[in-house]
Antibody, heavy 126, light 107 residues
Framework: EVQLVESGGGLVQPGGSLRLSCAASGFTFSSYEMNWVRQAPGKGLEWVSYISSSGSTIYYADSVKGRFTISRDNAKNSLYLQMNSLRAEDTAVYYC???????????????????WGQGTLVTVSS | AIRMTQSPSSFSASTGDRVTITCRASQGISSYLAWYQQKPGKAPKLLIYAASTLQSGVPSRFSGSGSGTDFTLTISCLQSEDFATYYCQQYYSYPITFGQGTRLEIK
């Protein structure tokens, strides 16, 4: 059974740092691309960051670029999100999500999210 | 970034009803469209990918259609467990973007 379990959330002051972890099990973690998605209280879903299976390709949302760093340790089946210079607007539940490639007939592909963790709450407040 | 617009934002329906939610992309995304269901306090759950392909284990009363910029999610016969919030997502290009969500409530 595929499982993704986030941890590391909590209360942090503005300008502070936090490191989130996502422990994966039930599948070959090193073969899958991964993402972080967040959801502010009462709001919709916002994609945050992507990392390729090897870790060689990384993307960020403009809202977190330069402040957040995504990484992974395939030996430990774990995904991370280092969050620095946190702001009140970063307050959200953070989910890790496994990505699956979808190819069309031209060979172009995109990635949808087939499994999500239960989320970890990050609250940025003084 | 590609903007995704869902309609309606919320509505009420009764068990047994047929409901349709629409999602429009600000530019063409071919069939790179997924639908997710989210219940309060839970993670999103994948329902449909590639605009119309049902994820394994999802009941057949859910269906999706569309291509390009206009998409729909249809629930053919609402069950009590279907009352939730639904999101569309484009995965044609990064940044991946979601619709604002459609909250489906019991009438």
């Amino acid at each position: 059974e595929v499982q993704l379990v986030e941890s590391g959330g909590g209360l942090v002051q503005p300008g502070g740092s936090l490191r989130l972890s996502c422990a994966a099990s039930g599948f070959t973690f090193s073969s899958y691309e991964m993402n972080w998605v967040r959801q502010a209280p009462g709001k919709g879903l916002e994609w945050v960051s992507y990392i390729s299976s090897s870790g060689s390709t990384i993307y960020y949302a403009d809202s977190v670029k330069g402040r957040f760093t995504i990484s992974r340790d395939n030996a430990k089946n774990s995904l991370y999100l280092q969050m620095n210079s946190l702001r009140a607007e970063d307050t959200a539940v953070y989910y890790c999500a496994r990505a699956v490639r979808y190819y069309d007939s031209s060979g172009y592909y995109g990635r949808y999210f087939d499994y999500w963790g239960q989320g970890t709450l990050v609250t940025v407040s003084s | 970034a590609i903007r995704m617009t869902q309609s309606p934002s919320s509505f009420s329906a009764s068990t047994g009803d047929r409901v349709t939610i629409t999602c429009r992309a600000s530019q063409g995304i071919s069939s790179y469209l997924a639908w997710y269901q989210q219940k309060p306090g839970k993670a999103p759950k994948l329902l449909i990918y590639a605009a119309s392909t049902l994820q394994s284990g999802v009941p057949s009363r859910f269906s999706g259609s569309g291509s390009g910029t206009d998409f729909t999610l249809t629930i053919s016969c609402l069950q009590s467990e279907d009352f939730a919030t639904y999101y569309c997502q484009q995965y044609y290009s990064y940044p991946i973007t979601f619709g604002q969500g459609t909250r489906l409530e019991i009438k």
